[in-house]
């Protein structure tokens, strides 16, 4: 497996899902307060090796880590946290 890291690139405000040194995919974000909100993911690496989910899972947790909360403004993330309550505590409203 390649090395797979998070990069929160504060620059371009968004959440960065590398492997093996490339940018496969990346989730957008606005920080207000202590909430982040995710306004839009997208996968630019190969389909169907669940790069989504793997960028949601590590965002999310570094989202907890910090003791901040979430508003998944983005279909994706709003689904994804659907389908994987043990994240749900981190929705705020929005």
Same mark, same amino acid.
């Given at each position: 497996m390649q090395d797979e890291t998070l990069t929160d690139n504060t620059a371009a405000s968004h959440y960065e899902l590398n492997l /093996?040194?490339?940018v496969v995919a990346f989730a957008n974000y606005r920080?207000?307060?202590d909430t982040v909100r995710i306004t839009h993911t997208e996968v630019t690496g190969?389909? /169907?090796q669940g790069l989504g989910s793997r960028l949601a899972r590590l965002l999310l947790a570094e989202i907890r880590q910090r003791g901040q909360g979430v508003v998944p403004q983005c279909d994706f993330i709003a689904g994804w946290i659907a389908r994987h309550p043990e994240y749900a505590d981190l929705v705020r409203p929005g």
């Open positions: /093996g040194g490339s920080i207000d307060g190969p389909e /169907g």
